[in-house]
């Protein structure tokens, strides 16, 4: 396995995660989301409003913009309630079920009144390294429900001051050091060897369900990317949460004794995958499945939908150095 030195670009997650994969996951890219349909609303005239006596009032999933300030990263919290009121408001049963919701954070209003609100795990992932207690950032979350006790709201995004787009930010298209895309568009990140030939690793235990061995390999999705030989890896935590790994530009494709690799093997964390390519670099991705992460591009559904090991690029990558995956997974509590 190759050694630390080896590696040019360690990154936030290559202390934890990346470190196993390869050596022994501005803002992130994510889905595109819909920011303007989300209302801004005051979380102190929201607060203020009428409660029931007893049991909850279900709301239609009302879209909400709010500006709060961080009182907590909070934890683990029980979502039951927001889920039946997500089924009451015309979600189907099994979209509620699947939905990965296990965490909440405290957020706080002008005048100091604080509100525990439900976050979805693929969103939680980022926000501890994104957003220290104490700062200000823009919820857009949805109300599901009010009780005696407050409003339910699941935040699906966040924006903080620093992370807001800007309009008049020019493209970056020079290319990348994968030489696979360009910087606006690249999605993932990339590790340069000191030499090719080197294994490169998986980053958790997992099961391999795509293997590319064409050095050209077609694609015209800019979120697939064709880039040569790759690997994808399916790892499933204990909480249920689903993240695929992929690992381009390699060489040979082998296994942790040299074997060919085969669809369906499973593998440890930290197990050979492949080999680093003769351009020694690798481009490494992590794409969590995740309610608001998956892609409903019209071109995707017409050329993959009916391609079952083609699946995994149904779910749009994330910044591997931003992503909490085992966070994600319920392997552990976020980072602060």
Same mark, same amino acid.
């Given at each position: 396995?190759?050694?630390?030195?080896?590696?040019?670009?360690?990154?936030?997650?290559?202390?934890?995660?990346?470190?196993?994969?390869?050596?022994?996951?501005?803002?992130?890219?994510?889905?595109?989301?819909?920011?303007?349909?989300?209302?801004?609303?005051?979380?102190?005239?929201?607060?203020?409003?009428?409660?029931?006596?007893?049991?909850?009032?279900?709301?239609?999933?009302?879209?909400?913009?709010?500006?709060?300030?961080?009182?907590?990263?909070?934890?683990?919290?029980?979502?039951?309630?927001?889920?039946?009121?997500?089924?009451? +408001?015309?979600?189907?049963?099994?979209?509620?079920?699947?939905?990965?919701?296990?965490?909440?954070?405290?957020?706080?209003?002008?005048?100091?009144?604080?509100?525990?609100?439900?976050?979805?795990?693929?969103?939680?992932?980022?926000?501890?390294?994104?957003?220290?207690?104490?700062?200000?950032?823009?919820?857009?979350?949805?109300?599901?429900?009010?009780?005696?006790?407050?409003?339910?709201?699941?935040?699906?995004?966040?924006?903080?001051?620093? +992370?807001? /787009?800007?309009?008049?930010?020019?493209?970056?298209?020079?290319?990348?050091?994968?030489?696979?895309?360009? !910087?606006?568009?690249?999605?993932?990140?990339?590790?340069?060897?000191?030499?090719?030939?080197? /294994?490169?690793?998986?980053?958790?235990?997992?099961?391999?369900?795509?293997?590319?061995?064409?050095?050209?390999?077609?694609?015209?999705?800019?979120?697939?990317?064709?880039?040569?030989?790759?690997?994808?890896?399916?790892?499933?935590?204990?909480?249920?949460?689903?993240?695929?790994?992929?690992?381009? !530009?390699?060489?040979?494709?082998?296994?942790?004794?040299? !074997?060919?690799?085969?669809?369906?093997? +499973?593998?440890?964390?930290?197990?050979?995958?492949?080999?680093?390519? /003769?351009?020694?670099?690798?481009?490494?991705?992590?794409? /969590?499945?995740?309610?608001?992460?998956?892609?409903?591009?019209?071109?995707?559904?017409?050329?993959?939908?009916?391609?079952?090991?083609?699946?995994? +690029?149904?779910?749009?990558?994330?910044?591997? !150095?931003?992503?909490?995956?085992?966070?994600?997974?319920?392997?552990?509590?976020?980072?602060?």
């Amino acid at each position: 396995m190759l050694p630390p030195c080896v590696f040019r670009k360690p990154g936030l997650l290559a202390a934890s995660l990346l470190l196993v994969v390869l050596c022994a996951l501005p803002v992130a890219v994510r889905a595109e989301f819909n920011f303007a349909r989300y209302k801004e609303t005051d979380l102190d005239e929201f607060l203020a409003r009428r409660r029931p006596a007893s049991g909850m009032d279900v709301y239609p999933m009302a879209p909400l913009k709010l500006d709060v300030t961080l009182a907590s990263h909070g934890g683990p919290c029980t979502s039951g309630a927001l889920k039946r009121s997500l089924i009451m +408001s015309g979600m189907p049963k099994a979209d509620a079920d699947g939905l990965q919701v296990t965490n909440c954070i405290t957020v706080r209003s002008a005048k100091g009144r604080e509100l525990k609100v439900f976050i979805q795990d693929v969103v939680y992932g980022f926000l501890p390294g994104e957003v220290p207690v104490g700062d200000k950032l823009s919820l857009y979350a949805i109300h599901g429900f009010t009780s005696r006790e407050g409003p339910g709201l699941l935040v699906n995004e966040f924006l903080t001051p620093r +992370s807001v /787009p800007r309009a008049d930010k020019p493209a970056d298209k020079t290319m990348t050091s994968c030489g696979c895309w360009t !910087q606006d568009e690249h999605p993932g990140v990339d590790f340069t060897a000191d030499r090719a030939g080197g /294994p490169a690793a998986a980053m958790a235990d997992g099961i391999v369900v795509k293997i590319e061995t064409s050095e050209q390999a077609p694609s015209d999705l800019p979120i697939i990317g064709g880039c040569g030989r790759y690997v994808v890896l399916k790892h499933t935590y204990p909480n249920g949460g689903i993240v695929y790994t992929r690992y381009v !530009q390699l060489g040979r494709i082998v296994g942790p004794k040299g !074997q060919a690799l085969a669809v369906g093997a +499973s593998i440890k964390a930290g197990d050979p995958i492949g080999e680093i390519g /003769p351009n020694k670099v690798l481009h490494f991705e992590i794409r /969590p499945v995740a309610p608001g992460n998956t892609t409903t591009d019209k071109a995707w559904i017409e050329r993959y939908a009916s391609v079952p090991d083609m699946e995994w +690029s149904r779910y749009v990558p994330v910044d591997p !150095q931003k992503f909490d995956a085992a966070s994600f997974g319920g392997v552990r509590k976020a980072t602060k």
